[in-house]
């Protein structure tokens, strides 16, 4: 009789899964070895939390959940965080954890850790199979789980007795998962929101991370065309929509665009669709109420009123509630709010105009961003770690193709962007991946450089390199009265040294075009490549600068500009 | 301390799989809503859970507790009723929701 791990191998191979992320170790090797003579093929990372994060952006670029197998105790726990990253980033995959035998449970065996326990409520669901003809209805419905509705991560916990078990097939049984039925749109919701929508003055619509996941681009640029509505994003919601569309005024918030942050300021009707409002995105709730009125469409029935309480709350999948909304629009319907968009858009003119004749010697950021812009294609895969060069990122970074945007949002997870990196190489070996890092970033989880000779995953890698964490160092600076603490990093590996251990090219670029030339060449001829570009931590302030529970027209602007965010234009606000 | 009024919430959750795991998860969320738990009841002895609890809090507190918990997927069903109004229920479960 085939033991339990057996028939869950067999059973992945027939559900068309042909790799696993992961690390081995003591309690998981019953199902390692049941690997041994499939197809699935194994990628050993050099730390659990790479593995999950890259299988995070996998299930990212694919839509679909990798399976990420660790063994018990500190296999299990270094897990934790990358469940926390999944959930928040509403991205599917599914983790196997090994186990101690079930005779041992409670008795502190050596590496035995209770991560049902620990990951219950980083998850959107878990499986403590304690049957051996459980473990593979366990997964199939762990795998339906993370892509049901909303997707996230399922963890099965899986003790070592049960995965050796003979099982008769006739032994297995259906687990009964009470599935989430998404309801049909509200038709008469819809209706009324679309009402406030036509009768006001300066719509906008605020995309979050959800019209990703629903695939409804399309809808949300048709609808703004149609009502001539600018379009602002959350940070996921960055990846959502083609930034060089000219509704597109980009993500608003603490490191938001100006344009994207006059565009809130002004409206008075805001269609949010796919985001939980988050407080980086809108700064103060009480004010972002104030004087508008809020449409949420969403999902998920618990985000409706979570943070922002709406006027119109619309439970249902992004695409169907928008493509419903554009059926019902007049067909005689003109394009209005012109002077609204163009005053937005003067804004970003102005700005890029400042930013353009400040004198900046050596690397700025926005600039370093804009060269690798122009030399990685349209269709390059991104990621980001988690720091300034990620705000920077969501300021000056425009993504062409939606879905090509993969950055932790949510949980802010330094370590994110390599692992991210190699996920997406992985899932998309023929599209060039970037990862945009920072030095405090690269250095938590770069030792799973070690998968790019390994498994021929030629990524590039650009640290932003200003020797410090940065973020928390403008933090210190702006409202800290400048105390700074516990941010520098006095002694910093060489990263040239570091490429070249893992047998990866590394480059030091001293001006523009080295750095352009040396990513064109990467690009080329598909070759691994890390870049380590120095900027100045005593200039590398990401401005526009909103504090952490300001409102919008709180926000910081670089020393020497300045523009009224408050729209006069038609008598609006005076 | 919470301020609101009173509600009861009746939650059904599935006996098949490690309930006790299903009464955790539950747990993990009605910790973390705002609302004040005065009394609690978790009946395992058939072949669903039954969890009855009085609960203080704001409705759209209470409410949001009611949405996460209904997320759950061994959540059978979950509704919540004022306690002093019995009439004015609201279930939740699979998906509508209903007002009586």
Same mark, same amino acid.
């Given at each position: 009789?085939?033991?339990?791990?057996?028939?869950?191998?067999?059973?992945?191979?027939?559900?068309?899964?042909?790799?696993?992320?992961?690390?081995?170790?003591?309690?998981?090797?019953?199902?390692?070895?049941?690997?041994?003579?499939?197809?699935?093929? +194994?990628?050993?990372?050099?730390?659990?939390?790479?593995?999950?994060?890259?299988?995070?952006?996998?299930?990212?670029?694919?839509?679909?959940?990798?399976?990420?197998?660790?063994?018990?105790?500190?296999?299990?726990?270094?897990?934790?965080?990358?469940?926390?990253?999944?959930?928040?980033?509403?991205?599917?995959?599914?983790?196997?954890?090994?186990?101690?035998?079930?005779?041992?449970?409670?008795?502190?065996?050596?590496?035995?850790?209770?991560?049902?326990?620990?990951?219950?409520?980083?998850?959107?669901?878990?499986?403590?199979?304690?049957?051996?003809?459980?473990?593979?209805?366990?997964?199939?419905?762990?795998?339906?789980?993370?892509?049901?509705?909303?997707?996230?991560?399922?963890?099965?916990?899986?003790?070592?007795?049960?995965?050796?078990?003979?099982?008769?097939?006739?032994?297995?049984?259906?687990?009964?998962?009470?599935?989430?039925?998404?309801?049909?749109?509200?038709? *008469?919701?819809?209706?009324?929101?679309?009402?406030?929508?036509?009768?006001?003055?300066?719509?906008?619509?605020?995309?979050?991370?959800?019209?990703?996941?629903?695939?409804?681009?399309?809808?949300?640029?048709?609808?703004?065309?149609?009502?001539?509505?600018?379009?602002?994003?959350?940070?996921?919601?960055?990846?959502? +929509?083609?930034?060089?569309?000219?509704?597109?005024?980009?993500?608003?918030?603490?490191?938001?665009?100006?344009?994207?942050?006059?565009?809130?300021?002004?409206?008075?009707?805001?269609?949010?669709?796919?985001?939980?409002?988050?407080?980086?995105?809108?700064?103060?709730?009480?004010?972002?109420?104030?004087?508008?009125?809020?449409?949420?469409?969403?999902?998920?029935?618990?985000?409706?009123?979570?943070?922002?309480?709406?006027?119109?709350?619309?439970?249902?999948?992004?695409?169907?509630?928008?493509?419903?909304?554009?059926?019902?629009?007049?067909?005689?319907?003109?394009?209005?709010?012109?002077?609204?968009?163009?005053?937005?858009? *003067?804004?970003?003119?102005?700005?890029?105009?400042?930013?353009?004749? +400040?004198?900046?010697?050596?690397?700025?950021?926005?600039?370093?961003?804009?060269?690798?812009?122009?030399?990685?294609?349209?269709?390059a895969i991104t990621t980001t770690g988690v720091g300034s060069h990620q705000m920077w990122s969501e300021l000056h970074w425009d993504v062409y193709v939606p879905g090509t945007f993969i950055t932790s949002a949510g949980l802010g997870t330094m370590g994110f962007g390599i692992p991210a990196a190699l996920g997406a190489k992985i899932a998309r070996?023929? +599209?060039?991946?970037?990862?945009?890092?920072?030095?405090?970033?690269?250095?938590?989880?770069?030792?799973?450089?070690?998968?790019?000779?390994?498994?021929?995953?030629?990524?590039?890698?650009?640290?932003?390199?200003?020797?410090?964490?940065?973020?928390?160092?403008?933090?210190?600076?702006?409202?800290?009265?400048?105390?700074?603490?516990?941010?520098?990093?006095?002694?910093?590996?060489?990263?040239?040294?570091?490429?070249?251990?893992?047998?990866?090219?590394?480059?030091?670029?001293?001006?523009?075009?080295?750095?352009?030339?040396?990513?064109?060449?990467?690009?080329?001829?598909?070759?691994?490549?890390?870049?380590?570009?120095?900027?100045?931590?005593?200039?590398?302030?990401?401005?526009?600068?909103?504090?952490?529970?300001?409102?919008?027209?709180?926000?910081?602007?670089?020393?020497?500009?300045?523009?009224?965010?408050?729209?006069?234009?038609?008598?609006?606000?005076? | 301390?919470?301020?609101?009024?009173?509600?009861?919430?009746?939650?059904?959750?599935?006996?098949?799989?490690?309930?006790?795991?299903?009464?955790?998860?539950?747990?993990?969320?009605?910790?973390?809503?705002?609302?004040?738990?005065?009394?609690?009841?978790?009946?395992?002895?058939?072949?669903?859970?039954?969890?009855?609890?009085?609960?203080?809090?704001?409705?759209?507190?209470?409410?949001?507790?009611?949405?996460?918990?209904?997320?759950?997927?061994?959540?059978?069903?979950?509704?919540?009723?004022?306690?002093?109004?019995?009439?004015?229920?609201?279930?939740?479960?699979?998906?509508?929701?209903?007002?009586?």
């Amino acid at each position: 009789m085939p033991r339990a791990v057996d028939l869950l191998a067999r059973e992945m191979e027939r559900m068309g899964v042909d790799k696993v992320f992961g690390i081995i170790g003591g309690q998981i090797m019953p199902f390692f070895d049941a690997l041994y003579n499939t197809n699935i093929k +194994v990628y050993m990372f050099r730390h659990e939390q790479g593995a999950i994060h890259a299988a995070d952006a996998y299930g990212r670029v694919t839509r679909r959940p990798m399976t990420v197998v660790v063994t018990s105790g500190p296999g299990a726990t270094n897990l934790v965080t990358g469940l926390a990253n999944a959930m928040m980033d509403s991205s599917p995959l599914i983790a196997i954890t090994g186990q101690v035998p079930t005779v041992f449970f409670g008795r502190d065996a050596f590496q035995e850790t209770d991560i049902v326990g620990t990951s219950m409520p980083i998850t959107k669901h878990t499986f403590m199979v304690k049957k051996p003809e459980d473990l593979v209805p366990a997964y199939k419905a762990a795998y339906e789980i993370s892509i049901d509705g909303r997707p996230g991560p399922v963890l099965i916990d899986t003790p070592r007795d049960v995965q050796l078990s003979e099982v008769r097939n006739s032994g297995i049984r259906e687990l009964r998962v009470y599935r989430k039925i998404v309801p049909e749109p509200d038709l *008469s919701l819809i209706s009324y929101a679309l009402k406030l929508l036509l009768n006001a003055e300066r719509p906008i619509m605020l995309v979050g991370g959800g019209v990703c996941w629903s695939g409804a681009t399309n809808e949300v640029l048709t609808l703004a065309e149609l009502i001539g509505m600018p379009i602002v994003t959350t940070l996921p919601g960055k990846n959502c +929509v083609p930034g060089n569309h000219p509704l597109v005024m980009g993500p608003a918030g603490m490191h938001g665009r100006l344009e994207a942050d006059a565009a809130l300021i002004n409206a008075d009707v805001i269609l949010a669709v796919g985001t939980r409002f988050s407080d980086r995105t809108v700064g103060n709730f009480n004010e972002f109420r104030r004087g508008r009125k809020i449409i949420h469409i969403d999902i998920d029935r618990s985000e409706i009123g979570k943070n922002v309480k709406p006027e119109v709350g619309i439970v249902g999948d992004a695409k169907a509630v928008l493509s419903m909304m554009i059926g019902m629009v007049p067909k005689a319907l003109e394009r209005r709010h012109d002077d609204f968009i163009r005053w937005l858009r *003067s804004i970003k003119e102005s700005y890029e105009e400042y930013r353009s004749k +400040v004198p900046f010697e050596g690397f700025a950021p926005w600039r370093v961003l804009k060269v690798l812009r122009e030399v990685m294609p349209p269709h390059a895969i991104t990621t980001t770690g988690v720091g300034s060069h990620q705000m920077w990122s969501e300021l000056h970074w425009d993504v062409y193709v939606p879905g090509t945007f993969i950055t932790s949002a949510g949980l802010g997870t330094m370590g994110f962007g390599i692992p991210a990196a190699l996920g997406a190489k992985i899932a998309r070996p023929d +599209v060039p991946v970037l990862d945009i890092d920072g030095d405090g970033s690269f250095q938590m989880t770069m030792q799973n450089l070690a998968l790019v000779r390994e498994y021929n995953l030629p990524i590039i890698v650009a640290i932003f390199d200003n020797s410090t964490l940065m973020l928390v160092r403008h933090w210190q600076v702006m409202l800290y009265s400048r105390r700074i603490i516990a941010v520098d990093f006095n002694v910093n590996p060489d990263f040239m040294k570091i490429a070249e251990a893992y047998g990866i090219e590394g480059v030091r670029p001293s001006n523009y075009d080295e750095l352009r030339a040396s990513v064109a060449r990467a690009v080329r001829n598909n070759e691994p490549l890390i870049i380590d570009i120095t900027i100045d931590r005593e200039r590398d302030f990401v401005l526009p600068f909103v504090p952490s529970g300001k409102w919008l027209e709180e926000v910081i602007m670089p020393e020497g500009f300045h523009v009224n965010l408050r729209y006069v234009g038609d008598g609006y606000g005076k | 301390m919470v301020m609101g009024s009173d509600f009861s919430i009746e939650l059904t959750m599935s006996n098949e799989v490690n309930p006790l795991d299903a009464v955790v998860r539950a747990m993990n969320i009605i910790r973390r809503g705002k609302i004040a738990i005065n009394h609690i009841v978790i009946d395992m002895s058939d072949s669903v859970i039954r969890i009855s609890m009085a609960v203080r809090g704001e409705e759209d507190e209470v409410r949001w507790v009611c949405n996460k918990l209904d997320k759950l997927y061994d959540t059978v069903n979950v509704k919540y009723m004022p306690i002093e109004l019995q009439a004015n229920m609201v279930v939740m479960g699979n998906g509508k929701n209903i007002q009586r």
